[in-house]
């Protein structure tokens, strides 16, 4: 029987009315093996900074976890700092590989409070449209699914309107990541989950590092049986916001709530600042290979992490991009929060 969201609870709410969700890194110490004092840091600093809720077991906290038996400690230990929170935040896990791992870590994910799985069909590229239809409904049994439009750069694969339609129709899909990288894929979401009827139950939420600003200020407009039909992403779910996240609520209530407060050509630029800011820290000079340890290098200058230990000992920050990090956090200090991790820092870390 498929497990359907109470959407009236509080995490569900927060997700309907979008917000920042951080793509949890993995802190390891010097032997790379799981610090949780520093991994619990992580998650206070988040959720002290505004975030509504954890993405857990993603990209960013490495696939590798799975193969280190890291998977489930993981999700629990972000779990247990969630349930300490007096307003319980949307707990998100990532699910990978083929029908039979995905359902199993849906279920780990559910045993221990999550609310919805972030579905990766990154393993599944031999396989038609219709069977990754099932796939997800499969998945959807198990726990309420967030789909995730991944760019073919770091291993998705092209989707059609006709698969995001479909995807939409799944009565258990609660969100949307969209990050393809490309503005006609993102209208084809945008498009489907229109003409499936479903943009009150699904939000949509960007993965577009290279557009963030751009994708929460754009109202998206399409027409269903003669009718325009307006919604808009609501939120993000990234790597991005994995550093600096206190700038990132800030940033994204300004949008909500107060986007007279900048001009037109002022948000432009900022979009433009964010964009090449992300451009660093992804790696994108180096084809995104440093863009797990550059997010941990800004982790540990605050003092988060120890270290930019990876589980692979080859993953490491691409030629040039300390240079180019120095550089962005020289002339864009408005998008640091330095100052609010210094001032918690102790805490988090007891």
Same mark, same amino acid.
């Given at each position: 029987m498929t497990?359907?969201p ?7 709410q ?7 969700i ?9 032997g ?14 988040y ?5 509504? &809720?954890?993405?857990?077991g ?16 993981v999700?629990?230990l ?7 929170r007096? *307003?319980?935040?949307?707990? =998100?896990?990532?699910?990978?590989g ?5 359902v199993?870590?849906? !279920? ?6 999550y609310?919805?799985v ?11 449209e219709?069977?990754?239809?099932a796939? *997800?409904?499969?998945?959807a ?9 991944? !760019? ?8 059609s309107?006709?698969?995001w ?5 799944i009565?258990? =899909? ?20 229109i003409?499936?009827r479903?943009e ?12 963030i ?11 269903r049986?003669?009718v ?9 779910l990234? &790597?991005h916001w994995?550093v600096w996240?206190?700038?990132a ?11 007279e ?24 000079a180096?084809?995104?290979?440093? *863009?797990?340890?550059?997010i941990?290098? =800004?982790?540990?200058?605050? &003092? ?5 230990? *990876?589980?692979?000992p ?5 030629? &040039? !991009?300390?240079d ?6 020289r ?7 330095d ?12």
């Open positions: 497990a359907k109470d959407l009236a609870s509080t995490p569900y927060a997700l309907r009315r979008g917000g920042v951080p793509a949890h890194p993995l802190a390891l110490d010097a790379r093996r799981l610090d949780e004092r520093r991994q619990r840091a992580l998650s206070r600093y959720l002290d900074a505004g975030a509504i &809720g954890l993405a857990v993603v990209h960013t906290t490495q696939f590798e976890i799975r193969q280190h038996g890291l998977f489930e400690p999700l629990a972000a779990a247990e700092e969630a349930a300490a007096a *307003c319980e935040p949307v707990m =998100v896990a990532g699910a990978v083929d029908t039979a791992n995905a199993r870590e849906a !279920q780990i994910a559910r045993a221990h409070g609310h919805a972030l579905l990766s069909l990154a393993a599944l590229k031999d396989r038609s219709a069977e990754l239809v796939h *997800c409904r499969a998945v049994e198990v726990l309420p699914l967030v789909g995730f439009y991944l !760019q073919e750069a770091v291993g998705g694969q092209r989707l309107h006709r698969f339609k479909d995807f939409a129709g009565e258990n =899909v609660v969100a949307i990541k969209i990050a393809p990288f490309n503005r006609y894929r993102t209208l084809d979401v945008v498009r489907a989950v003409e499936a479903a009150d139950r699904i939000t949509l939420y960007t993965g577009n590092d290279d557009h600003v751009a994708d929460l200020l754009t109202p998206f407009t399409f027409r049986e003669g325009p039909v307006t919604v808009r992403i609501r939120g993000g990234l &790597g994995a996240t206190k700038r609520v800030e940033l994204l209530d300004e949008i909500h709530n107060r986007p407060a900048r001009s037109t050509d002022a948000w432009l630029e900022l979009d433009a600042r964010v964009t090449d800011a992300n451009g660093v820290l992804f790696d994108v180096n084809d995104f290979a440093g *863009c797990i340890a550059a941990h290098e =800004v982790l540990r200058r605050q &003092g988060l992490l120890e270290g930019t230990w *990876c589980l692979d080859n993953e490491a920050m691409g030629p &040039g !991009q300390a180019e990090l120095d550089r962005i956090c002339d864009y200090p408005e998008l640091t929060d100052a609010f991790v210094r001032a918690n820092l102790e805490r988090w870390l007891a």
